[in-house]
Protein backbone atom coordinates (compact mmCIF):
# COMPACT_ATOMS: atom_id res chain seq x y z
CA UNK A 1 0.00 0.00 0.00
CA UNK A 2 1.39 3.06 -0.69
CA UNK A 3 1.28 6.31 1.28
CA UNK A 4 0.70 9.63 0.46
CA UNK A 5 0.41 12.80 1.53
CA UNK A 6 -3.48 12.68 1.79
CA UNK A 7 -3.43 8.86 3.22
CA UNK A 8 -1.03 10.43 5.99
CA UNK A 9 -3.19 13.29 6.70
CA UNK A 10 -6.52 11.32 6.89
CA UNK A 11 -4.63 8.85 9.46
CA UNK A 12 -3.85 11.88 11.44
CA UNK A 13 -7.22 12.85 11.08
CA UNK A 14 -8.65 9.60 12.23
CA UNK A 15 -6.22 9.60 15.20
CA UNK A 16 -7.17 13.56 16.16
CA UNK A 17 -11.28 12.67 15.87
CA UNK A 18 -10.89 9.23 18.08
CA UNK A 19 -8.89 11.12 20.71
CA UNK A 20 -11.69 13.85 20.97
CA UNK A 21 -14.09 11.23 20.69
CA UNK A 22 -12.52 9.49 23.92
CA UNK A 23 -12.21 13.39 25.54
CA UNK A 24 -15.60 14.09 24.64
CA UNK A 25 -16.64 10.97 26.77
CA UNK A 26 -15.11 12.53 30.13
CA UNK A 27 -17.52 15.45 29.50
CA UNK A 28 -20.59 15.44 31.96
CA UNK A 29 -23.50 17.28 32.24
CA UNK A 30 -25.85 18.02 35.24
CA UNK A 31 -28.77 18.59 34.01
CA UNK A 32 -28.92 15.44 31.66
CA UNK A 33 -29.89 13.21 34.35
CA UNK A 34 -33.27 15.42 34.85
CA UNK A 35 -34.36 16.46 31.21
CA UNK A 36 -34.59 14.97 27.30
CA UNK A 37 -30.87 16.87 26.89
CA UNK A 38 -28.29 15.31 25.26
CA UNK A 39 -25.72 17.26 26.82
CA UNK A 40 -22.57 18.28 26.02
CA UNK A 41 -21.05 15.79 24.12
CA UNK A 42 -23.70 15.16 21.43
CA UNK A 43 -22.07 17.80 18.73
CA UNK A 44 -18.37 16.97 19.63
CA UNK A 45 -19.42 13.30 19.01
CA UNK A 46 -20.90 14.15 15.67
CA UNK A 47 -18.59 16.39 14.44
CA UNK A 48 -15.29 13.67 15.06
CA UNK A 49 -17.80 11.06 13.72
CA UNK A 50 -17.79 12.94 10.74
CA UNK A 51 -13.88 13.77 10.50
CA UNK A 52 -13.90 9.78 10.62
CA UNK A 53 -15.91 8.66 7.65
CA UNK A 54 -14.26 11.64 5.60
CA UNK A 55 -11.53 10.80 6.54
CA UNK A 56 -11.88 7.24 5.76
CA UNK A 57 -13.34 8.01 2.19
CA UNK A 58 -10.22 10.65 1.55
CA UNK A 59 -8.18 7.18 2.49
CA UNK A 60 -9.68 5.00 0.63
CA UNK A 61 -9.52 7.57 -3.11
CA UNK A 62 -6.34 8.28 -2.24
CA UNK A 63 -4.20 5.65 -2.78
CA UNK A 64 -4.38 5.86 -6.55
CA UNK A 65 -2.68 9.27 -6.89
CA UNK A 66 1.30 9.55 -7.26
CA UNK A 67 2.38 10.87 -3.97
CA UNK A 68 3.25 14.88 -4.15
CA UNK A 69 6.09 16.63 -1.67
CA UNK A 70 3.77 17.31 1.54
CA UNK A 71 4.67 21.12 1.64
CA UNK A 72 5.59 23.03 -0.55
CA UNK A 73 6.61 27.00 -0.26
CA UNK A 74 2.67 27.47 -1.64
CA UNK A 75 1.81 25.12 0.79
CA UNK A 76 2.96 26.69 3.94
CA UNK A 77 1.64 30.19 2.37
CA UNK A 78 -1.55 28.49 1.85
CA UNK A 79 -1.68 27.01 5.51
CA UNK A 80 -0.95 30.68 6.88
CA UNK A 81 -3.83 31.89 5.02
CA UNK A 82 -6.11 29.45 6.55
CA UNK A 83 -4.91 30.51 9.62
CA UNK A 84 -5.12 34.06 9.53
CA UNK A 85 -8.76 34.10 7.90
CA UNK A 86 -9.85 31.78 10.84
CA UNK A 87 -7.87 34.01 13.60
CA UNK A 88 -9.45 36.63 11.56
CA UNK A 89 -13.16 35.39 11.77
CA UNK A 90 -12.75 34.29 15.26
CA UNK A 91 -11.97 37.96 16.63
CA UNK A 92 -14.46 39.11 14.22
CA UNK A 93 -17.09 37.04 16.12
CA UNK A 94 -16.65 39.13 19.20
CA UNK A 95 -17.06 42.40 17.62
CA UNK A 96 -19.62 41.49 14.39
CA UNK A 97 -20.91 38.15 15.66
CA UNK A 98 -22.09 35.44 13.96
CA UNK A 99 -24.45 36.22 11.70
CA UNK A 100 -22.27 39.24 10.35
CA UNK A 101 -18.98 37.19 10.49
CA UNK A 102 -20.03 34.02 9.13
CA UNK A 103 -20.71 34.82 5.40
CA UNK A 104 -17.90 37.29 4.82
CA UNK A 105 -15.10 34.67 6.63
CA UNK A 106 -16.88 31.47 4.45
CA UNK A 107 -16.25 33.63 1.37
CA UNK A 108 -12.66 34.38 2.05
CA UNK A 109 -12.02 30.69 3.28
CA UNK A 110 -13.69 29.54 -0.23
CA UNK A 111 -10.80 31.77 -1.80
CA UNK A 112 -7.96 30.89 0.18
CA UNK A 113 -8.94 27.25 -0.31
CA UNK A 114 -9.59 27.38 -4.28
CA UNK A 115 -6.57 26.21 -5.34
CA UNK A 116 -5.86 26.36 -9.27
CA UNK A 117 -9.76 26.40 -9.47
CA UNK A 118 -11.90 29.65 -11.18
CA UNK A 119 -14.30 29.83 -8.56
CA UNK A 120 -16.94 32.98 -9.31
CA UNK A 121 -17.59 35.52 -6.67
CA UNK A 122 -21.66 34.59 -7.10
CA UNK A 123 -20.91 31.22 -6.07
CA UNK A 124 -18.33 32.19 -3.37
CA UNK A 125 -21.19 34.61 -1.94
CA UNK A 126 -24.32 32.13 -2.23
CA UNK A 127 -21.81 29.48 -0.44
CA UNK A 128 -21.40 31.63 2.10
CA UNK A 129 -24.80 33.29 3.09
CA UNK A 130 -26.68 29.10 2.53
CA UNK A 131 -23.73 28.09 4.95
CA UNK A 132 -24.15 30.74 7.92
CA UNK A 133 -28.05 30.01 7.21
CA UNK A 134 -27.87 26.32 7.67
CA UNK A 135 -25.61 26.83 10.73
CA UNK A 136 -27.39 29.12 12.33
CA UNK A 137 -30.44 27.35 11.66
CA UNK A 138 -29.25 24.17 13.44
CA UNK A 139 -27.68 25.78 16.23
CA UNK A 140 -30.55 28.28 17.51
CA UNK A 141 -33.72 25.80 16.37
CA UNK A 142 -32.59 22.43 17.02
CA UNK A 143 -29.50 22.58 19.53
CA UNK A 144 -30.62 25.63 20.94
CA UNK A 145 -27.21 27.07 21.33
CA UNK A 146 -27.00 30.73 21.24
CA UNK A 147 -24.49 32.01 18.67
CA UNK A 148 -22.16 35.21 19.49
CA UNK A 149 -24.04 38.09 18.31
CA UNK A 150 -20.55 40.71 19.21
CA UNK A 151 -20.85 44.42 20.37
CA UNK A 152 -22.00 45.61 16.80
CA UNK A 153 -23.78 41.74 15.63
CA UNK A 154 -26.98 41.37 14.70
CA UNK A 155 -29.52 38.81 15.93
CA UNK A 156 -32.98 37.18 14.57
CA UNK A 157 -34.22 37.14 18.40
Given at each position: MRMNKDRIFSVCII????IMIWQT???RSMFALFTRDSGPRLF??????????CAIGKFITEGKKEAKPFLTTDGWFKTAM??????????????LGFLASTPIFAVLFVYVMK????V??????????????????????????????????????
Open positions: LFASSQLPYMTCTAMILVFAVGAGYLLSLAYGGRKSPLYAVAFGLILTFVIYFLFQNIMHVILPRGVFGISFH
